[in-house]
């Protein structure tokens, strides 16, 4: 049976979540407070190329857009490591030299699972939307404030 899904944050997680629930027929509203991530500014602050493996491939191939990612990742083997008299030393990731993990740009790949969830007509992504999410009253941590039209989500 089909069950209605609010979720905010379309990073990683919320984008390739609701492309699991879109797939699955359930009808998903993704809300995301920042700008779209074709638009830029999807880095915030955090690093601009990730690192993907066997487990966040396998995640993709499960929406089928492993590939379609894959082509803006280029193959790290390993790292270089610079000594003090300047010596280079080549430590590779995996004894096997035709292994390798994948740098990917955060946008492109963010882009990609918002992509393939909109591929799906029973989910819906906002436009910058800031939900303020009621927190419990002995709660220390701040309401964060969005930049852009906050909503009030009543979480039951
Ligand atoms: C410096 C750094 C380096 C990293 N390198 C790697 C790496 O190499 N490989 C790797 O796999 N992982 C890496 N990570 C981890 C990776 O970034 C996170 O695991 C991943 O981004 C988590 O996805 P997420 O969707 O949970 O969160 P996020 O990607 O942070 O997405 C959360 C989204 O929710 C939105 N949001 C938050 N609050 C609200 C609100 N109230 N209303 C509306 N929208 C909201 C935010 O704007 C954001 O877009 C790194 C993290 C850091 C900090």
Request: glycine share 10%.
């Amino acid at each position: 049976m089909a069950t209605k899904f609010v979720l905010i944050g379309s990073g990683l997680a919320g984008g390739l979540l609701a492309a699991y629930l879109g797939r699955r027929g359930h009808d998903v509203d993704l809300y995301e407070r920042r700008a779209d991530p074709r638009e830029g500014n999807i880095v915030g602050g955090r690093s601009i190329n990730l690192a993907i493996s066997t487990r966040g491939i396998h995640a993709l191939e499960q929406i089928g857009i492993a590939d379609e990612a894959l082509c803006h990742a280029i193959p790290m083997r390993g790292r270089m490591i610079h000594d003090k008299s300047g010596a280079l030393h080549f430590s590779p990731y995996d004894v096997d030299p035709k292994n390798c993990i994948n740098s990917i740009g955060r946008g492109a790949l963010n882009t990609a699972v918002i992509e393939a969830a909109q591929r799906y007509p029973n989910v819906r992504v906002s436009a910058p939307t800031s939900i303020l999410i009621p927190l419990p009253r002995n709660s220390s941590r701040p309401v964060q404030k969005g930049p852009c039209r906050p909503q009030i989500l009543t979480v039951k």
